[in-house]
């Protein structure tokens, strides 16, 4: 299936600055896909290019099929929160989003208050958006972006402001957009801990350069994160594991194999080890974090975090 997204060669120039060199990668349809930098890295300026808030002068994107120099179709099956949320500040929130409705031509009067619900603001529906705390304008923003039912969504820093609670909700309603929607999501973030519990892949900018892609799975195994096993015979743990379907795996020496994969039950585990006379002295659960690959990465390339 063609990627939902796809960047080439993009370059963007601010007069002698330039903020963006050669970037190229795609997103696929169903990734919720974490794009990671430092301040100033161009993320933002990314985002404006795809959603055409920015005119696009070197390199191509595409979005859902179209170049974005002649978006037909695209931008209205897309939904995005760049920077401030763009809402009315003297309307309500109810208000907003009737607009936002009509602007769409979407008939269905459920869908706005579903909607409120699903962001967390029925207690606010009525209440002007210019007298919202910060994370209630987030949540109406994300609100706004999400009324049209998009195939895409585009997230700048839309954690920024939340609560912890507010933080936990908003990962699981993005979750929720993408496995019940099928909604793809390519989101920034300071926030990493929060980043790497959404993202099924990372993209990292540094100065302007796309420097690296990697999936979570390929992150947790650089990382060596998984179910960390301590048994005495690796060779029949092997063995078992695959009997089972557990994977993948890494054999690490005589007495450790870690299954990269921290959705395994381990307590059956430890019982299908058992039950075949396999002594297990230990299982631990070991995570990688995407902070620690982030500044390694930084530091291969010379740089610092500000994260
Ligand atoms: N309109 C503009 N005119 C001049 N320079 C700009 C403009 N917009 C962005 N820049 C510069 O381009 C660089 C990239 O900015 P951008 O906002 O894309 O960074 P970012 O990765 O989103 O950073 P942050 O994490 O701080 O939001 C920065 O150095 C910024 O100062």
Do not use: C, W
């Amino acid at each position: 299936m063609k990627p939902i997204l796809e960047i080439n060669h993009v370059s963007k120039h601010f007069g002698q600055f330039q903020a963006l060199q050669d970037v190229s990668f795609n997103v696929n349809r169903g990734d919720i896909y974490g794009l990671i930098g430092e301040n100033g890295a161009g993320k933002t300026t990314l985002m404006r290019l795809i959603t055409h808030l920015s005119p696009l002068k070197e390199g191509t994107i595409t979005l859902l099929g179209e170049r974005s120099t002649h978006y037909k179709q695209a931008l209205k099956h897309i939904g995005a929160v760049i920077e401030t949320p763009a809402a009315f500040k003297k309307l309500t929130v109810r208000q907003n989003l009737k607009l936002t409705a009509i602007q769409h031509g979407i008939q269905d009067p459920g869908l706005i208050d579903q909607t409120i619900d699903f962001v967390g603001l029925s207690s606010k529906k009525n209440a002007k958006a210019g007298k919202l705390s910060l994370g209630q304008r987030q949540r109406l923003g994300l609100g706004l972006a999400l009324l049209p039912q998009p195939d895409f969504l585009i997230l700048d820093e839309p954690i920024n402001g939340l609560d912890p609670s507010g933080i936990i909700e908003f990962r699981q309603l993005l979750k929720r957009l993408n496995q019940e929607h099928n909604t793809t999501i390519l989101i920034s973030s300071h926030i990493l801990t929060e980043l790497y519990q959404v993202s099924t892949k990372f993209g990292f900018i540094y100065h302007g350069h796309f420097i690296k892609e990697v999936t979570k799975e390929e992150l947790d195994k650089e990382n060596q994160s998984g179910i960390l096993l301590d048994v005495d015979d690796t060779k029949t743990t092997a063995q078992l594991l695959d009997q089972n379907n557990i994977s993948p795996f890494t054999v690490l020496s005589d007495h450790q194999i870690i299954i990269h994969n921290l959705t395994i039950d381990t307590a059956n585990l430890n019982r299908i080890l058992v039950m075949n006379d396999v002594s297990v002295t230990n299982i631990t659960r070991q995570e990688g974090s995407l902070e620690q690959y982030y500044t390694n990465l930084l530091h291969h390339q010379g740089g610092h975090t500000n994260d």
